[in-house]
């Protein structure tokens, strides 16, 4: 069963295909495949969701590649309860605890991105001058502002919900 597209930090949609589910202590955990092209081949990674998955959801660090979907979707329908087994164990052990300065640098990245795109555009002519150099300052502007807040986002760890902080 396919679930709705969804948007990642790093401005790419990823789908997201079922696959299958584990028993652990205490109850089941849903097994996905978070699956993006990458503008070279499809890449994804095993998403673990359910109640007693700290946060409620995690994501293995291990890519689950193809050259088309379905090939990657047969790799990852693959992988044996052992292999599965193994590789929750690894994405809550690496599960990410610093959520808000990931976000933060997420953010950054996109606004640089977006400072990139913009200047190539005016230099291709894709874009007037003047309608350039107002988006740049804007984007320069946010860069800034973040820039200045992210020790804020520094050092804050999740809670045990896995959110950060409000």
Do not use: C, Q
């Not at 990458?38 to 673990?48: I, N, P, S």
């Not at 995690?58 to 890519?63: Q, S």
């Not at 590649?65 to 790799?75: I, S, Y």
């Amino acid at each position: 069963m396919e679930e709705s597209p969804i948007e990642e930090a790093d401005g790419r949609t990823s789908e997201v295909h079922d696959l299958t589910e584990l028993e652990v202590a205490g109850g089941r955990v849903r097994v996905a495949l978070v699956l993006a092209h990458d503008g070279v081949e499809y890449v994804g990674r095993l998403r673990f969701a359910g109640d007693t998955v700290p946060g409620g959801e995690v994501r293995d660090h291990g890519a689950v590649p193809g050259r088309t979907v379905d090939e990657a979707l047969a790799l990852a329908g693959g992988l044996t309860t052992a292999e599965l087994w193994a590789r929750y164990e690894r994405a809550v052990a690496e599960r990410r605890r610093f959520h808000p300065l990931r976000r933060a640098t997420a953010e950054l990245l996109g606004k640089i991105r977006r400072l990139n795109r913009v200047a190539t555009s005016m230099r291709v002519g894709l874009m007037r001058p003047e309608e350039g150099a107002r988006e740049i300052a804007a984007t320069e502007h946010e860069l800034h502002e973040l820039v200045s807040r992210l020790h804020e986002a520094a050092g804050v760890e999740d809670d045990a919900a896995g959110r950060g902080p409000g």
